[in-house]
Structures are given as structure tokens and as C-alpha cells.
């Protein structure tokens, strides 16, 4: 059970791998893109969505290097003000919520479409926050060693699909990213999804070594936009950019027409794929959670994070089941939630924490 203020021995501190992997994890969220908004200019929101997520982590390895906090409420709270600490950590709550109802209804909407179309619907979300919570019941680090041991089995599946997208790809295809004019306009929130949740990063980058942080960040936020840029190519390249638009889950459907040569692999290959799918939304709202309950132990003053864990499962399935119907407000909220905290908080943060910093050294 870990405590906000937790201190961090040399005995219980993440490895490297243990925190690529949870930052990786934490961002695809499910793995779930929105095609139907593909534009003009995607590809270029897509590269400046990842500069400037790569940037925010760089700030945030930063503040942590100059804090002798180990938790983002203390961190908040030592450069921003108890009151304005607690007003952020609110919102973020919020925000957490938000995600996890995000992917708990595309996880939902995938399942119930290509492998249990009789199973109520009211079930699926009801199993993954029972499951979600059990997870996280020990703290983060039980869920960075369940990341670390389902990552292979998660990764190789994956780049298996992507490789085989590349192969089957027509090039041609492509094209139309390099002149954007002739499609409809593009919006930024679009990449921010599978990219998003790298700002969970925040809420445990403090229970890892300050001397390598950056290194840890950094990598895992590349390697995830390298995948992001991975299945916007294959897709684009298989389906085209107008058939992509209409798939609800294009890596699902290219899990199913994937091909070597003459030796198809679509018989019931996107089982897979959903097994896939479904281990990284168990392990993203799982660390999507935490990061929820650790804010509200910041709101109120709690120590422990479990007080929150089972309160929060009847609330985010309520929010969950009705947007089944309406993901307007829930999709309205991550998106805006995640662009503050990423373009508007750690920033934010970093500068208060380079200003004292400056400060400090000109007094000594």
C-alpha cells in the first residue's frame, strides 16, 4: 500500500524497464484511435502532438530533479501553493474519470461488436473496473510488475499486425498526407488520445530514481508515438484515409486482413488482437485509477489511495454506462483535461520550479 508521501529506498524503487513500460502502458489507453477525424494536416498534429508531449516530459523529469518531493500532489504543493494544489489535483480527478469511462466504453463497444455480441452491455464495464480495482489494490507497483510480465505478450502480437499491415500496404495510399489540400481539416485532440495518458507519468515519475528519469520518460513517450505513427501508416496505407474514417476500430479490422503472400491470417486472427486490446485497457485504466485516487488523497488529505479505489467503481460505472449512449461529455473532458495538464500544468510547475531554483542559487 502506498502513501502519498511515500519515500522511495533503493529496495523498492522502479527498475528502468519497470518505468518505460508503465509510462508506454499508460498512454495507449486502450489503444483506441478516432479515424473518423483524420484531415488535413493529421500528420503534422500527429508530429506536434508528440514534440510537445516529449517536451512536457523533459519538464517534468525537471521539476522532479529539483524537488526533494516523491509524489506530484507534494510536488504541486511546494511550487504552486496548497489552495491552487488542490483546485489542479480536483481537476484531475476529473480528468482520470473521464479517461477511464473513455476506455471502458471502447473497450465495451470492440468486445461487444467482434466477440460477445450477446453479453448485455452493462456487464463488460462492470468486470473491468471490478478487475481494475483488484489490480491496483497493492499500488503502482503491483501494476508495474503486471506490466512488465504481460508487455511481451502484449508487444509482440502488436508488431507482429503492424509488420504485416506494412507488408500488405499499398503506398499510393500515402500520398494524400503528403498533399493535405484536397481533405477536410484536421484537429489537434485527435493524437492527444492514444498520447494522453502519458500525463499518468506524473503521479508516479517521483518513486524513480531523479538520475535517470528523463532517460525513462523520454523513451517510453517515443516509443509510443512510434507505434502511434506505426498505425496511422499501416491503416492509411491498407484502408486509405477515407476508408479508415469509416472503421470504428481500424487496428482491429487490419488484425483481420493481414497477409503474408498467398497465406491469409484473417480466420478469427482479431481474436488476438482483442486479447491484445483488452490486457492494455485492464493495464491503462488500472494505472489511470491510481492516478485518479492519488489526486483525491491530495484533495483531502488522505494517506492511502485504497479509501478511494472502491468508492470511485460505483461512480465511474454509472458515468460509464451512460456514455455507451453519450460519449460527448466524457471524450469533452479527456480531451481537455489531458491538453491542460500536458500544455498547461507541468509547464506551469517547471517554470515556478527553475525560477526558485535560480533563486536558490543566486542567494547562496
Known amino acids: ?52 508531449t516529449l517536451i512536457s516530459m523533459g519538464m517534468l523529469a525537471r521539476c522532479f530533479s529539483l524537488s526533494e518531493s516523491k509524489s506530484f500532489p507534494g510536488l504541486l504543493r511546494e511550487y ?92 499510393g495510399e500515402l500520398l494524400p498526407l503528403l498533399s493535405p489540400e484536397e481533405l477536410p481539416v484536421g484537429t489537434l485532440p485527435e493524437w492527444l488520445s492514444p498520447l494522453g495518458g502519458i500525463t499518468a507519468a506524473a503521479y508516479f515519475a517521483g518513486y524513480y530514481e531523479k538520475k535517470r528519469l528523463r532517460r525513462c520518460l523520454l523513451s517510453g513517450s517515443a516509443a509510443l508515438a512510434a507505434l502511434c505513427i506505426g498505425v496511422l501508416l499501416c491503416c492509411v496505407g491498407v484502408f486509405s484515409i477515407e476508408g479508415t474514417k469509416h472503421l470504428a476500430f481500424p487496428l482491429t479490422e487490419l488484425s483481420r486482413v493481414v497477409s503474408i503472400g498467398n497465406i491469409t491470417l484473417n480466420h478469427r486472427f482479431d481474436i488476438l488482437y482483442i486479447m491484445i486490446y483488452n490486457a492494455v485497457t485492464l493495464l491503462s485504466a488500472g494505472i489511470l485509477l491510481y492516478c485518479c485516487c492519488i489526486s483525491l488523497c491530495g484533495v483531502f488529505n488522505v494517506k492511502s489511495h485504497s479509501v478511494f479505489n472502491f468508492l470511485l467503481l460505483p461512480v465511474i460505472y454509472i458515468f460509464s454506462y451512460l456514455s455507451l449512449s453519450d460519449e460527448t461529455i466524457a471524450v469533452v473532458i479527456a480531451d481537455w483535461g489531458k491538453m491542460i495538464l500536458l500544455f498547461g500544468v507541468i509547464p506551469a510547475v517547471y517554470f515556478v520550479a527553475n525560477r526558485k531554483s535560480k533563486k536558490g542559487v543566486t542567494k547562496t
Not at 18 to 37: A, F, K, R, W
Not at 121 to 143: D, E, K, N
Request: proline share 5%; net charge neutral; hydrophobic share 50%.
Open 80 to 171: 504552486l501553493g496548497t489552495i491552487p494544489a488542490k483546485i489542479v489535483l480536483g481537476g484531475a480527478a476529473v480528468y482520470f474519470a473521464a479517461e477511464i469511462c473513455r476506455v471502458s466504453v471502447k473497450q465495451t463497444q470492440m468486445t461487444g461488436l467482434f466477440l460477445l455480441e450477446k453479453t448485455p452491455p452493462q456487464v463488460i464495464p462492470a468486470v473491468t473496473l471490478l478487475t481494475v480495482c483488484f489490480i491496483i489494490t497493492s499500488g503502482i507497483r503491483q501494476v508495474s510488475r503486471t506490466a512488465e510480465l504481460l508487455f511481451p505478450a502484449i508487444a509482440i502480437p502488436l508488431l507482429f499486425i503492424l509488420a504485416m499491415g506494412f507488408f500488405s500496404l499499398d503506398y
Open 1 to 52: 500500500m502506498i502513501s502519498v508521501n511515500e519515500t522511495v529506498s533503493k529496495n523498492s524503487a522502479f527498475s528502468e524497464w519497470q518505468l518505460t513500460v508503465l509510462v508506454m502502458t499508460s498512454g495507449m489507453c486502450g489503444m483506441y484511435l478516432y479515424p473518423d477525424s483524420f484531415g488535413r494536416w493529421s500528420a503534422v498534429t500527429l508530429l506536434l502532438s508528440i514534440a510537445l
